[in-house]
T-cell receptor
Framework: DADVTQTPRNRITKTGKRIMLECSQT?????MYWYRQDPGLGLRLIYY???????NKGEISDGYSVSRQAQAKFSLSLESAIPNQTALYFC??????????????FGPGTRLTVL | QKEVEQNSGPLSVPEGAIASLNCTYS??????FFWYRQYSGKSPELIMS????GDKEDGRFTAQLNKASQYVSLLIRDSQPSDSATYLC???????????FGKGTSLLVTP
């Protein structure tokens, strides 16, 4: 089984709808991240969490919210989706206990289309 | 803004040649550096990490780091068509923050 899983893998939704993307990991890592990737813009950090009680905004958090329900689960919500949130979304994990260098491991991604 | 710069490419090399991918970064206090490979539509996969000045070799891959010049590179020897992908450079400014990623260099290995 994959260490980092994301659901759904693909989603098409309409403008104004609320949508949640979920990430689960079995790596036992304490840190989790959400990125979006757009052609020509690279990976951009949306939110990150260093433990269950710690949530931090990344460079593009507007229009998004997150929830760290447990060490293994980190969800990303779009409260009212808009077309420019169409992108590939990745969850990633890292673990300060095993790697002070913050190596990150990525889930398979969710392709989101907002019509 | 902490910058990580890469040429977007595409970099085209013939099969069997050495591919050289370069990355510069702006934050002088950066401590660790990573190379990820990403196939189209797939997630980034960590292939190399380097923390000290000099070279680090792993199979056909060699990462090179020069902190004084704020430069990190990835060499791929005996390039194969399966190496065709986008290579992302990532920099960790310190252990208390997330990685900064470059936009990636597209590599095409032609048979």
């Amino acid at each position: 089984d994959a260490d980092v899983t994301q659901t759904p893998r693909n989603r098409i939704t309409k403008t104004g709808k609320r949508i949640m993307l979920e990430c689960s990991q079995t790596k036992g890592h304490d840190r989790m991240y959400w990125y979006r990737q757009d052609p020509g813009l690279g990976l951009r950090l949306i939110y990150y969490s260093f433990d269950v009680k710690d949530i931090n905004k990344g460079e593009i958090s507007d229009g998004y919210s997150v929830s760290r329900q447990a060490q293994a689960k980190f969800s990303l919500s779009l409260e009212s989706a808009i077309p420019n949130q169409t992108a590939l979304y990745f969850c990633a994990t890292s673990d300060l206990q095993t790697s002070v260098n913050n190596e990150q491991f990525f889930g398979p991604g969710t392709r989101l289309t907002v019509l | 803004q902490k910058e990580v710069e890469q040429n977007s490419g595409p970099l085209s090399v013939p099969e069997g040649a050495i591919a050289s991918l370069n990355c510069t970064y702006s934050d002088r206090v950066s401590q660790s550096f990573f190379w990820y490979r990403q196939y189209s539509g797939k997630s980034p996969e960590l292939i190399m990490s380097i923390y000290s000045n000099g070279d680090k070799e792993d199979g056909r891959f060699t990462a090179q780091l020069n902190k004084a010049s704020q430069y990190v590179s990835l060499l791929i020897r005996d390039s194969q068509p399966s190496d065709s992908a986008t290579y992302l450079c990532a920099v960790n400014p310190d252990s208390g923050y997330a990685l900064n990623f470059g936009k990636g260099t597209s590599l095409l290995v032609t048979p």
